[in-house]
């Protein structure tokens, strides 16, 4: 457990003491962005990797107490909820975005501001954010606890800091299409700074998000071990 504890807190201060902070300037100033970036990816890797063999020791472990359970009632809820995930998250992944790494030119882009982006300009952190917040909540065992609640506080917090590190890098041209979005999902269309635009959305992203879930879902028991439909 001690080794899971240890691999979340150095991947959540990797990005959140580092990658959004102004020591991430000074540190691109002395060796450059590009050698950053490469050694950057490469250290993420390593610390996914640990977090996820020290996750899967830490299930076997006797130390591995459950800490709270929520009932059936919300591991029956997985497919909505995850789905919603999926749609959030894998269509930012495939949209131009200026908060993404290596696509800050698309803050200046003319319609800039389109299908998912309508929505939230981090979708795929919340994507994240709500598929950690689901199997947090549905396992409650203290290693999951560990696991998917770094990745939620990661996931949330980083939004925060990549707002910080753009309007930086960016200035007014970060202000302008931040003005036109919002972090929080749905935040810039009730405010009436943006207005959802289907035939944006429901494109080609939308049924490849649909097409991976699909694939998901069904190889969820024979991958992890644990059948996500209701009843098992």
Do not use: C
């Not at 959540?12 to 060796?31: C, F, P, S």
């Not at 979005?181 to 009730?190: D, E, G, L, M, R």
Request: hydrophobic fraction near 55%; charge should be positive.
């Amino acid at each position: 457990m001690t080794m899971l504890l240890a691999a979340a807190l150095v991947f959540i201060a990797m990005h959140l003491l580092v990658a959004g902070t102004r020591l991430r300037d000074i540190i691109t100033t002395a060796i450059g962005e590009g050698v950053y970036l490469g050694l950057f990816s490469l250290a993420s890797v390593a610390a996914i990797a640990w977090l996820a063999i020290s996750y899967r020791a830490a299930l076997a472990s006797a130390d591995n107490v459950v800490l709270f359970d929520l009932g059936s009632a919300v591991r029956d809820v997985a497919i909505p909820i995850t789905l919603f995930a999926f749609l959030i998250g894998v269509p930012g992944l495939m949209t131009a975005n200026p908060t993404a790494v290596g696509q800050l030119s698309a803050a200046t882009r003319e319609n800039s501001v389109r299908g998912i982006l309508r929505i939230t300009r981090h979708p795929f952190l919340w994507g994240v954010a709500l598929w950690s917040l689901f199997h947090l909540s549905a396992t409650g065992d203290l290693a999951s606890v560990l696991l998917f609640g770094s990745l939620l506080i990661l996931s949330v917090l980083g939004t925060f800091s990549i707002d910080a590190k753009r309007r930086r890098k960016l200035g007014e041209q970060w202000d302008a299409f931040a003005g036109r979005t919002s972090n929080v999902p749905f935040a810039a269309i009730a405010a009436g700074r943006n207005v959802f635009n289907a035939r944006e959305y429901f494109d080609w992203r939308f049924f490849a998000a649909l097409a991976i879930y699909v694939v998901a879902l069904f190889a969820h028991a024979r991958v992890i071990g644990v059948s996500p439909f209701p009843g098992g």
